[in-house]
C-alpha cells in the first residue's frame, strides 16, 4: 500500500549525515526517489541502461562528463543520459535528489567500488 503523507526534504535530510548512500525516500512505477548527500569527487562510472535525474535540493555541485562540466546549483536539474561517462563532484555539501530506476546501482558498470551501495536504506 502507497504511503499517503507527504515527504518533507528537509527533514528526510536531517535523518543522515554520511556521503554518496543514497537513501530511498519515495517509489513510482519502478522508479525511485533517492536522497543523497555529496561531498568531494564520486567515481567515474555509467549506467548502460538507466538514465539519471538529478535535482539539486541545497548547496551545488559539478558533473563532470568527459568533453565538459556542467555546474548545479539549487533548484537546478540534470539528466544523464544511459551510457555517459559522469562524475559529481561537490565542494562543499550538497543534498540531492535522484530519481532513476529502482535497478540502478549507484557506481553503474564500475566494478565493486567501497562507494558502490547495492542495498538501500528507505526513509
Known amino acids: 500500500m502507497m504511503n499517503l503523507d507527504k515527504v518533507t526534504l528537509t ?25 543523497a548527500k555529496f561531498k568531494g569527487a564520486f567515481v567515474w562510472h555509467q549506467h548502460e541502461h538507466e538514465d539519471e535525474f538529478f535535482l539539486v535540493v541545497e ?45 540502478t546501482i549507484n557506481t553503474g558498470t564500475l566494478d565493486a567500488s567501497e562507494l558502490t551501495r547495492t542495498t538501500l536504506e528507505r526513509l
Open 59 to 103: 548547496g551545488s555541485f559539478r558533473m563532470e562528463l568527459r568533453d565538459k562540466t556542467v555546474v548545479l546549483n539549487k533548484g537546478d536539474f540534470m539528466i544523464v543520459p544511459r551510457g555517459t561517462e559522469h562524475r559529481p563532484v561537490a565542494d562543499q555539501e550538497a543534498h540531492v535528489l535522484l530519481f532513476e530506476p529502482a535497478t
Open 11 to 35: 527533514e528526510k535530510f536531517a535523518q543522515f549525515s554520511d556521503y554518496w548512500n543514497p537513501r530511498i525516500a519515495g517509489e513510482l512505477n519502478g522508479q525511485q526517489v533517492k536522497l
